[in-house]
């Protein structure tokens, strides 16, 4: 699927010429370029359309938290038919553990994690697996540091479909190796419940989940 830009505007001005240079760079190879303009002069639209016209899955640092969740919202209504997604820390708070050895003083480990947040790294992690091409991820700094191997999440994927053959014991093992909680009551991110033939998934990374019913074969 290709990017498609949504906008009641056009590039005018030094953008257009701007957007030239850019996408000649990037399909050059050049290596590094810089996009100079004051704030307010359009420079999340410019690359907005650099984005669209060379057609290729991008990752967009910022260095805080503020700035992320501003650009995060100004390319999701720019891009609103593809994967726009969001990825940083998703810690509130978070204290190391530390020994202050003048005190004799040792402070435990201690911290706070967002759950909204979670959920979103977790969908951006799901979009870069779907193979899709079409996507944007709008990240702090922070995701250079390691988020685990790409082939372990492979692994953990369970593809299913209508009329799939598969026992339900084997469908609950493989949720149980994918880090799933079964539970017997609400369900929440991560679980899943189990009421005879019939068993609900919560997924992680998305506000909904799905019901799937086994039917005995003859």
Known sequence: MSFHLESPYQPAGDQPEAIKQLVEGIENGTPCQVLLGVTGSGKTFTMANVISQVNRPTLILTHNKTLTAQLYGEFKEFFPDNAVEYFVSYYDYYQPEAYLSVTDTYIEKDLQ????????????????????????????????????????????????QKGQKISRNALLYRLVDSLYNR?????????????????DIHLPYIDYGYRIHFLAMK
């Open 183 to 199: 539970t017997e009551v609400q369900l929440t991110r991560g679980t899943f419940r189990v009421k005879g033939d019939t068993v």
């Open 113 to 160: 994690i967002n759950e909204e947040v979670d959920k979103l790294r977790l969908k951006a992690t799901s979009s870069l697996l779907s193979g899709r091409r079409d996507i944007i991820i709008v990240a702090t700094v922070s995701c250079i540091y390691g988020m685990g191997n790409p082939e372990d999440y492979k692994e953990g994927i369970i593809r299913l």
